[in-house]
């Protein structure tokens, strides 16, 4: 499986913008990247996936590198409510099984108030 | 519109009894995922099944456990006599397509099993 590498934390302040990054170099070209969070006691949340070109949604942006070796997730403000662990996993498996999502151990977000 | 349910939430069960777990997928999902949360661990991969079928338990321990999406009602995943170490938090997630690498799974809140 391809792996992903991510600071085992960060911090932030409220109201600030985040850039959670994301190593991914042996990706393979049709891989997607996903995010997902994680908050305190809860089941993984879907944040943001994509390809080659940058992505925009209500939660959150993906920019992703030209040679989609790396990406960062960002997230525009950050509140209270975005302190997670934020995942980074590539759709990847051979033979069909990219519905295995490989979760690393992710990076903390700290937001202080 | 309600998502993934899981119940029960917590579960405590004594060495050696049985712990079954239920998962409701999303409304029109038809895959259903378990994996399973040591404590300071990543998620890891269990089983993966749709309706009447399992199509990959390469994470599922040989042993005790089991897992089944009948036709009707939730997916359960079953855990006979269980051991200190089946202590976890079980997460089932769902989608409504696989085969797919923009496959995006929904996760319900997990249940957290206690073994004493």
């Known amino acids: 499986d391809a792996k992903t590498t991510q600071p085992n934390s960060m911090e932030s302040n409220e109201e600030e913008p985040v850039h959670l990054p994301c190593n991914h170099s042996t990706i393979s070209g049709t891989d997607y990247i996903h995010w997902y969070r994680q908050l305190p006691s809860q089941g993984p949340e879907y944040v943001i996936h994509?390809?080659?070109s940058n992505v925009n949604n209500r939660m959150a942006s993906l920019a992703i590198a030209e040679d989609r070796k790396s990406s960062t997730l960002i997230l525009h403000r950050a509140t209270l409510r975005d302190a997670a662990v934020y995942y980074c996993i590539l759709g990847s498996g051979s033979g069909g099984s990219n519905y295995k999502l490989t979760f690393g151990k992710g990076t903390l977000l700290t937001v202080n108030p | 519109n309600a998502g993934v349910m899981q119940n029960p939430r917590h579960l405590v069960r004594r060495r050696g009894q049985e712990a079954r777990l239920r998962c409701s997928p999303m409304k029109g999902h038809s895959h259903v995922y378990w994996y399973r949360q040591l404590p300071e661990e990543g998620l890891k991969f269990m089983v993966y099944l749709q309706k009447e079928n399992i199509i990959d338990e390469s994470g599922m321990p040989k042993e005790r456990f089991s897992a089944e999406f009948p036709k009707e009602g939730p997916s359960i995943l079953r855990i006979q006599q269980v051991v200190r170490g089946d202590s976890a938090a079980y997460f089932c997630a769902s989608s409504n397509r696989s085969g797919s690498r923009q496959n995006i799974q929904y996760f319900g809140a997990g249940t957290r099993l206690s073994v004493l």
């Open positions: 994509g390809l080659t």
